[in-house]
């Protein structure tokens, strides 16, 4: 059965720093895609960063960059130059279709990121 | 501009009466979910839909029902709600590619007293 499980439930940092958030999953195939939301304040859930399993390269956008270790079934979100505005809840989501036959994303239970000045 | 609109942003029932919390999107994206939210437990999957009349369980489907006649529009039905159903209620919906990142709506909050 897939699963994801973010065990950090919060972390702290000092502003202008460098954070890492971690994530594994459990996953029977190896075409799976691997994807990084962003839970604010108001409770809006925003789309951050996506890994395809079969790409080598650790995806980047912005200041955020993923550290993926396939044979670790690892997928960190690396957080680069930490503003306030960070401060969130950061949820890891994992499609499978081979598994489960469907485009459902199963979800981690969130890291809640507060960035201090 | 690309967004998921769900009606009514919060809402406040009794037990045992009947709920519909509805969800659109004009991008015509194929595929849409219902997830509810609840402290601690992350994104859950009630719902997901393919297209029109088109579908299935996600894990936690008891309790709930769904329909789906247009492409853009997709409702939660909750039939004689109950209070373990109060939640934060999230529709999203993606084009039918693996890749895509599902684009979530603002969420309806439900207290069932």
């Known amino acids: 059965a897939q699963k994801v499980t973010q065990t950090q439930t919060s972390i702290s940092v000092m502003e202008k720093t460098t954070v890492t958030m971690d994530c594994v999953y459990e996953?029977?195939?190896?075409?799976?895609?691997l994807f990084w939301y962003k839970q604010t304040a108001s409770g809006e859930i925003v789309f951050l960063i996506r890994?395809?399993?079969?790409?080598?390269e650790n995806a980047t956008v912005g200041h955020y960059s993923l550290n993926f270790q396939k044979p670790k079934s690892s997928i960190g979100l690396i957080i680069t130059a930490t503003q306030i505005e960070d401060s969130a809840v950061y949820f890891c989501?994992?499609?499978?279709?081979?598994?489960?036959?469907?485009?459902?994303?199963?979800f981690g239970s969130g890291t809640q990121l507060t960035v201090m000045p | 501009d690309m967004k998921v609109t769900q009606m009514p942003r919060y809402l406040i029932k009794r037990m045992g009466e009947n709920v519909l919390l509805e969800c659109g999107q004009d991008?015509?994206?194929?595929?849409m979910y219902w997830y509810r939210q609840d402290p601690g437990l992350g994104l859950q999957l009630i719902y997901i839909?393919?297209?029109?009349?088109?579908?299935s369980e996600g894990d936690i489907p008891k309790g709930y029902r769904v329909s789906r006649k247009k492409r853009e529009h997709f409702s939660l039905i909750l039939d004689s709600a109950k209070t373990n159903q109060t939640s934060v209620y999230f529709c999203?919906?993606?084009?039918?590619?693996?890749?895509?990142?599902?684009?979530f709506g603002e969420g309806t909050r439900l207290s069932v007293l």
């Open positions: 999203a919906s993606s084009l039918s590619t693996n890749n895509q990142a599902p684009l």
């Open positions: 890994q395809d399993s079969y790409k080598k």
């Open positions: 991008m015509s994206h194929e595929t």
């Open positions: 989501a994992m499609r499978d279709p081979a598994s489960s036959g469907s485009w459902q994303l199963i």
């Open positions: 839909s393919y297209d029109v009349d088109s579908n």
């Open positions: 996953t029977q195939d190896s075409s799976y895609f």
